[in-house]
């Protein structure tokens, strides 16, 4: 299988997320999914981009989603808000002919063209829905039965679930299912669902530590081995952020490490933690990686 | 048919009979925001205040308020509503959206909001900062993309040069802050 991927601008950038990018092509290096880097990718214009002016914003991400055309591929990404972007675009394009005409314009400006064949896909659920929980178990070769971690959907790989073609987001489990191949104990707990409020930083910086703290309380009463993150602002949001409620809120014993769900998935298809870059996490992540290597007997 | 799926089959009809179901928009304003891509929905608020209830930033905060700032919409306070700063708490992140009843995205009304706020010079300075970046450079890190980060990635076994460039935001540049033409 070939799939084009967009990896969105911040994984490859931030220390902490660059582990995501490298355990991400290992699983499907392992998983025999060849992948092919949209060219020169340009930002998706996610979120509150959007608001500046809604053509121009979905044609940018109409951009990466063109080039994919072109190479006559699918569209995996990593980054959820990137998944939003570009399922927006195809939703646009199928419901507002006037929009599309525009963002054709713009596209055609150019040199590109965007028929709107892609069929854009988030890792996770591509993990889960083309992959398939059989085809992945084939690859586990370490098991971590005896880990207890709490997983983090975030909000953005899963709503609205109609647009994103996506199972029904109130109380997901394709995720959890993935994981428990490799025996973990995906634990359920208050908050897990709940959003990390990593949008409002910068802008509202005291409504994200107040929405943070509160996800952060939830997970240390849930007594975790680690938090698992899927969307990567929840990742900096709950690993570079959790200096900030420490300190601020006093919360002196709080250092739950967060680690990027395909780093999980590596170590049970036996990569090592230094080839998947878990040493570049702000909150240091020896604790969970001893652990892992205990139970599963590395 | 058996009766479970006969109820099923009730209950879809009286809800589609109930999502048709449209209330003109009340203010000018409300007709403005309709003529946006999902914003035609906020005919079909009722007010409910479901989205309230569910939205993640207004159980932390007492002045941001889904249903509330919808209401605003729709009864016209529009100078009001664009020049603060309460549509840009929404975070997009379409819990409200999932959970109403009558097929209403506030999330899409909040982002119709905050267009014409940006349209009439009322964006926040943050955001304005933002859109400057993405726009010189096609992305909101090349800033923050250091020599470091380079070394890492190649510590790795990760491409140093990451390839983004700004030639297709180039071109768009120009149309913003110009409004859609
Ligand atoms: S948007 Fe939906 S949930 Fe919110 S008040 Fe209106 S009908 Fe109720
Ligand atoms: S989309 Fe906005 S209004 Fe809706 S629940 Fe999320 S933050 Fe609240």
């Known amino acids: ?298 | 048919m058996c009766n479970f799926a006969r109820a099923a089959l009730v209950i879809k009809e009286k809800k589609d009979a109930m999502t048709r179901e449209l209330h003109s928009p009340s203010s000018s304003f409300a007709l403005e925001i309709s003529l946006f891509p999902n914003g035609e929905d906020i005919k079909k608020c009722i007010q409910c205040g479901i989205c309230s209830a569910t939205c993640p930033v207004a159980f932390a905060s007492n002045i941001f308020r889904p249903r509330k700032l919808i209401q605003w919409i729709l009864i016209g306070k529009r100078e009001e509503v664009l020049k603060s700063d309460i549509p840009w708490f929404c975070m997009t992140c379409r819990t409200c959206e999932e959970r109403c009843q009558e097929g209403v995205s506030p999330a899409e009304i909040f982002q119709a909001v905050r267009h014409l706020a940006i349209s009439e010079g009322y964006a926040p300075e943050a955001f304005k900062k933002m859109v400057d970046i993405i726009l010189t450079d096609g992305w909101m890190l090349k800033d923050a993309f250091s020599d470091f980060i380079e070394d890492d990635r190649e510590a790795l076994g990760l491409d140093r040069d990451l390839h983004w460039n700004n030639e297709f935001v180039k071109m768009v540049k120009k149309k913003y802050f110009d409004g859609e033409e």
């Not at chain 1, 929009?99 to 028929?115: M, P």
């Not at chain 1, 208050?190 to 910068?202: A, F, K």
């Open chain 1, 1 to 298: 299988m070939k799939m084009a991927i967009a990896w969105g601008c911040l994984i490859p950038t931030r220390r902490s997320l660059i582990g995501y990018e490298a355990a991400t092509r290992k699983i499907l290096d392992d998983l025999d999914v060849e992948i092919a880097d949209v060219p020169n990718e340009t930002c998706c214009a996610p979120f509150w981009m959007q608001s500046l002016d809604i053509t121009t914003s979905l044609a940018m991400a109409a951009r990466n989603l063109a080039k994919a055309e072109e190479m006559g591929l699918d569209l995996l990404t990593p980054c959820s808000g990137c998944f939003h972007s570009y399922k927006r675009v195809n939703y646009v394009l199928q419901n507002y002919p006037e929009v599309h005409e525009r963002i054709d314009r713009i596209l055609s400006k150019a040199g590109l063209n965007y028929e709107g064949k892609v069929e854009s896909k988030h890792l996770v659920d591509f993990l889960f829905t083309d992959i398939g929980l059989d085809e992945i178990k084939k690859h586990i070769s370490v098991d971590l039965s005896g880990l207890e971690i709490g997983l983090r959907y975030g909000c953005h790989m899963l709503k609205p679930h109609e647009l994103l073609n996506i199972e029904y987001s109130e109380r997901p489990v394709f995720a959890d299912l993935i994981l428990e191949l490799m025996g973990i104990t995906s634990k359920s707990y208050i908050g897990r669902y709940r959003c990390c409020g990593g949008l409002l930083r910068g802008i509202q910086d005291e409504l994200a530590d107040r929405i943070l703290h509160e996800r952060l309380v939830d997970a240390y009463n849930a007594n975790l081995d680690a938090l698992v993150t899927v969307c990567s602002l929840c990742h900096l949001q709950h690993d570079m952020g959790q200096r900030i409620i420490k300190r601020k809120y006093g919360m002196d014993n709080l250092e739950i490490p967060v680690i990027h769900y395909p780093q999980l998935l590596a170590l049970g298809f036996g990569h090592s933690p230094e080839e998947i870059g878990l040493k570049y996490h702000t909150i240091p992540t020896e604790k969970f990686i001893q652990k892992a290597m205990k139970v599963g007997g590395v």
